[in-house]
């Protein structure tokens, strides 16, 4: 029997030091480049790295700690691994950063001898990499390397003319445009880094519980109850979570037990919770940071990515409010009071402001002008001058510095991620494989935009299963970019709807890792919860298609008011009229040939010919009036369907 390692001992301890200093150098800088002074574009890439990478190693040794796989026989080689692993990466961090001195005041070419700590670098931030996000983002960054150094000999398309060692280093490592140092990570740092910060701060300050408070009272008169409540907490939660997972922690170990006290089964309990988390990352202002690269990535204004995904995500939430409706009326549940727990304090309405300033002083900063990550800063600012409102952070204030530290930490594990990414970048552009992708998805698709985006659809929930919605979001729109660009959509629709499906696939099963994460908190089985989440979530792959063929639900793309109001209306009847078919259930127990019939009405009047959507409208219509006019003559035991 192994014995858990002693966190107080002195290899503990120096580890929880440097990673706490690194931490707050690493927050310091973030805070400094967003709201005080530039940092020079070398260092900041160069220090990001270094800090990341002590923090990294900090958090890892800590997740084998708690797997008790530190401790028996061979710590030491742990320890010495670790000390290895420091050495290479910062080795290969100062390579980088004297490359580029050189390159920035003498005619300098990248030499056989700068290969070697490259080589060393790209090792050891996989490693990492795959120790802190699994085995996923790994096998994508390995791919990057492998398939340059070895891509030549593979046939048809995925042959490339071939890359010296020296080459990879010069594409994966020296260079500020792709690779692990490239503009993805100067992204990251200079405007993603400082969002991440504030959300952590905002759960820390209290902000987070409110909100559920707010929610369980903003829906005390619906027959979903706290299922209706774990909607709303979570699609304001989540939006500045950026993690899933985080979100369904934060709020689902509350709301879970509640929505299965309500009456509702374990099973639906994880899977609402689940939906709506992964929801939180399509919903703005902040989108889970996503919204920030995107409009790095697409050139258009932070303000318009947040206005382009107002509508298609409130059709998201629409959805999962209509599900939780159709199945509490399944289920018999009716509208019950509050309890004294749930009502508003004046406590509670005070730390409102916790969340409502932030937010506003975001929002005024981009109207007057200010930078994205200007904004960030000073929301942090306005943040924790308000924090002292809450009385427990007045009691307790440390809690303010260890959510700095979490935020902190938070950001430089995405760091390691984006490195992964960044050596997929760089070896896309460097061999055009995103470019003979798109070709051949433009052979596959014909002259049909449907099936080139259900092509492109499926791509994307494959490439983005198992991993976080940001690094899903960047690997997607590299490979399939290019390809649903080619189908005549703008750049902004390209992206949003490549960014959907990677929101989704963390609802897909078999890698239906939300689902996964729920499943425990409500006791349920976690592939039945998968496959609940993807029923529950099924809105999210219908809602691309609809922006994808009226841009105008983008609003800020061909916007026009009457198309836009009639397309809003008939997406929202598709949706009732999906949710109760996938339920078998409206006011009454449904048919399966009623069933079948809602589901191609729903389908057809999305169609955008008038003449096959008016007459799919109209039978909706009559089958909506059909299940009310059967639902009232009923007896009680049909309508139940017992």
Not at 37 to 44: A, R, S
Not at 46 to 57: C, K, M
Not at 193 to 199: E, N, R, S, T
Not at 620 to 634: C, N
Request: hydrophobic share 55%; with cysteine; aromatic share 10%.
């Amino acid at each position: 029997m192994t014995t858990q390692a002693n966190p107080s001992s002195g290899i503990g301890k120096l580890y929880l030091l440097l990673s706490a200093l690194a931490c707050l150098l690493l927050g310091a800088i973030a805070l400094y480049s967003s709201g005080i002074g530039l940092v020079e574009p070398k260092f900041h890439r160069a220090a990001g790295f270094a800090l990341a990478l002590v923090i990294g190693i900090t958090a890892s040794r800590a997740r084998r700690e708690a797997n008790g796989s530190v401790t028996g026989a061979r710590p030491k080689m742990h320890l010495v691994l670790d000390a290895l692993m420091l050495a290479a990466g910062l080795w290969a961090i100062w390579s980088f950063f004297f490359v580029q001195t050189q390159m920035e005041t003498v005619l300098y070419d990248v030499t056989q001898a700068d290969a070697w700590p490259a080589l060393a670098g790209l090792v050891v931030f996989l490693e990492l990499c795959r120790r802190l996000w699994g085995w996923g983002l790994f096998g994508v960054g390995a791919f990057g390397v492998l398939y340059l150094l070895y891509g030549q000999d593979l046939p048809g398309i995925m042959a490339h003319t071939g890359f010296s060692l020296k080459e990879v280093a010069e594409a994966l490592w020296y260079n500020t445009n792709k690779g692990v140092f490239g503009s993805i990570t100067n992204i990251v740092l200079s405007t993603v880094f400082i969002f991440i910060v504030f959300g952590v701060l905002l759960e820390g300050t209290g902000a987070g519980d409110t909100l559920l408070k707010f929610a369980f009272l903003a829906t005390r008169r619906t027959r979903g109850g706290p299922a209706h409540a774990a909607i709303l907490a979570s699609s304001m939660f989540g939006t500045m979570s950026g993690s899933t997972v985080a979100n369904i922690v934060g709020t689902g170990t509350f709301t879970i037990p509640m929505i299965k006290k309500r009456g509702f089964s374990p099973t639906f309990a994880a899977g609402i919770e689940a939906t709506a988390s992964s929801g939180g990352q399509i919903m703005p202002p902040i989108m889970g940071a996503a919204a920030l690269v995107m409009a790095d990535l697409t050139g258009v204004g932070y303000l318009n990515i947040i206005v382009a995904a107002l509508f298609p995500a409130l059709f998201y939430y629409f959805s999962l409010f209509a599900a939780v409706t159709v199945e509490a009326r399944r289920q018999g549940i009716e509208v019950q009071p509050m309890s004294v727990d749930d009502r508003i304090t004046r406590v509670d309405l005070m730390n409102s402001v916790l969340f409502l300033g932030p937010i506003a002083t975001i929002i005024g900063c981009l109207v007057a002008g200010f930078s994205t990550s200007a904004a960030g800063f000073y929301a942090v600012v306005i943040l924790l001058a308000l924090s002292v409102i809450n009385p427990d952070v007045r009691s307790d204030p440390m809690r303010i510095w260890r959510s700095f530290l979490k935020g902190s930490q938070s950001g430089a594990t995405l760091l390691i991620a984006i490195a992964a990414i960044g050596i997929l970048v760089g070896s896309l552009d460097s061999t055009g494989l995103g470019l003979k992708l798109a070709n051949v998805i433009a052979t596959i698709r014909g002259e049909s935009l449907f099936s080139a985006l259900l092509v492109a659809m499926i791509g994307a929930l494959v490439l983005g299963m198992g991993m976080p919605t940001l690094p899903a979001y960047l690997i997607i729109i590299l490979v399939m970019g290019p390809a649903i660009q080619q189908l005549g959509v703008s750049m902004l629709t390209a992206h949003m709807f490549v960014f959907y499906y990677g929101v989704a696939s963390s609802l897909t099963p078999p890698v239906a890792i939300a689902a996964y994460a729920a499943a425990p908190i409500a006791g349920a089985n976690p592939l039945m919860t998968a496959f609940m989440s993807f029923r529950l979530g099924m809105a999210k792959f219908i809602i691309p298609f609809v922006f994808a063929f009226y841009p105008t639900i983008l609003i800020i793309e061909e916007f026009s008011l009457l198309p836009f109001l009639w397309i809003v209306a008939r997406t929202c009847f598709c949706i009732w009229l999906f949710s109760s078919a996938l339920s078998g259930y409206d006011r009454r127990k449904l048919t399966i040939l009623e069933i079948i019939v809602r589901f191609i009405v729903a389908f057809t009047m999305l169609v955008p010919a008038p003449a096959i959507h008016l007459p799919a409208i109209l039978v909706g219509v009559a089958l909506i009036a059909w299940d009310m006019r059967a639902a009232r003559t009923a007896p009680q035991h049909v309508r139940e369907g017992s």
